[in-house]
């Protein structure tokens, strides 16, 4: 970078998303970016048709779209029309980062963020990897060895990732889910349930978790004989089932059922257990909140990167695992378990509490700003 570009604000391309996995870090890292440089232009690159085409405008930032998707596993007539996309997305991208020349590309994981870090090397641009899981996706094996820094969430990513530029930041978060300190009674009472009585929040995704709700209504007469509570994140598809069955078992005051939790700092702040997918920022946000939980691994995701995600705080006492093809018989009564042994819930508040990063955000920052020179 030469001295008259040093001069002019800084230009910066964050891409990726498919997910709020992927979405919510990368919009966290671009407000503290935009913190830092008040005069920075910013500009998203996503997946047409993804929800992050619409989320980003939201956030106050411009997007653009590339036509791409992932290459299915399975035998699929979609696969045919990928080499298609793949060769317009990479078209795509380069005129993306030649118009709007950048001073840096920031890839968050996702679809779109494949042919724009790989166009955005090519062309010279330095390009920085922030890897959410502990196991990374196949995108971002491919581009590291040419990526300028890679901010990982997890320990031992020297296994995948060249190790000089590795740096341990964390996940980005949102602020306004994780402030939750002093909000345990004005949780409860925002759920209609007693802040006297331990409260179980369960937390599936935000469409809901099959493996998990089929776990809950297995054992939910359980709830009968015990002064547990639980908010139970249903997704849309199962709230109709969810409320059936608890209205037959007489369980209204003690089990509230809800579609989607906008409010999750209340839900956080009022919980003694969390139940919980073992997505990579559900991860992070757990343990900034220091929770005890139960994670059910989506055993689905690619690579099965949520089941080693949970390993990696299970092995610190961190944790506890329950599969998702064992929720119907083991999810509640591990969970019961759990709430009657209030020391192994203190030590893995505690054991968890030591994976946060609350300043992640600004430490990617700074590794972009020491690039930027």
């Not at 320990?155 to 909000?183: H, Q, S």
């Not at 909140?289 to 055993?299: H, Q, R």
Request: glycine residues 8%; hydrophobic residues 40%.
């Amino acid at each position: 970078m030469n001295q008259t570009q040093k001069s002019k604000s800084p230009r910066l391309i964050v891409s990726g998303g498919g997910t709020g996995g992927h979405i919510f870090p990368a919009i966290a890292i671009a407000d503290a970016f935009k913190r830092r440089h008040p005069d920075a232009e910013i500009l998203f690159v996503g997946a047409k048709g993804r929800m992050e085409m619409d989320r980003v405008p939201k956030a106050g930032y411009p997007i653009e779209g590339l036509w791409i998707s992932g290459f299915k596993r399975e035998l699929s007539l979609d696969n045919l029309s990928f080499p298609f996309k793949l060769i317009s997305s990479l078209c795509k991208a380069k005129r993306i980062l030649k118009k709007f020349k950048p001073d840096a590309v920031v890839g968050v994981g996702g679809f779109a963020s494949g042919p724009t870090m790989r166009k955005a090397t090519a062309l010279g641009i330095p390009v920085v990897i922030q890897e959410q899981n502990s196991f990374p996706g196949v995108t971002n094996k491919i581009v590291a060895p040419k990526a300028a820094k890679i901010c990982v969430a997890y320990d031992n990513m020297d296994r995948w990732f060249p190790k000089d530029k590795i740096v341990l930041t964390g996940n980005p978060l949102r602020n306004n889910v994780v402030a939750i300190e002093g909000k345990k009674d004005e949780g409860a009472k925002f759920f209609g349930l007693d802040a006297q009585k331990p409260i179980i929040l369960l937390v599936g995704g935000s469409q809901g978790a099959l493996g998990i709700n089929k776990g809950i209504s297995a054992k939910l007469a359980m709830f009968k004989d015990v002064d547990y509570q639980l908010i139970w994140q249903t997704g849309k598809l199962y709230i109709d089932q969810a409320q059936k069955e608890i209205k037959e078992l007489g369980l209204e005051d003690k089990v509230k059922p809800m579609v989607f939790i906008d409010r999750m700092d209340l839900a956080y702040g009022c919980a003694d257990v969390v139940i919980s997918r073992a997505g990579a920022m559900s991860i992070s946000e757990l343990s900034l909140v220091k929770k005890a939980v139960v994670f059910v691994p989506l055993p689905t995701a690619a690579e099965d990167h949520q089941t080693k995600n949970a390993q990696s705080l299970a092995d610190k006492d961190a944790a506890i695992i329950v599969k998702n093809s064992e929720t119907p018989e083991k999810l509640i009564p591990t969970v019961f378990e759990l709430l009657g042994d209030k020391e192994k819930i203190r030590r893995m508040e505690e054991n968890i509490s030591k994976f946060a990063r609350p300043n992640a955000a600004e430490d990617i920052v700074n590794e972009i700003d020491k690039i930027l020179g």
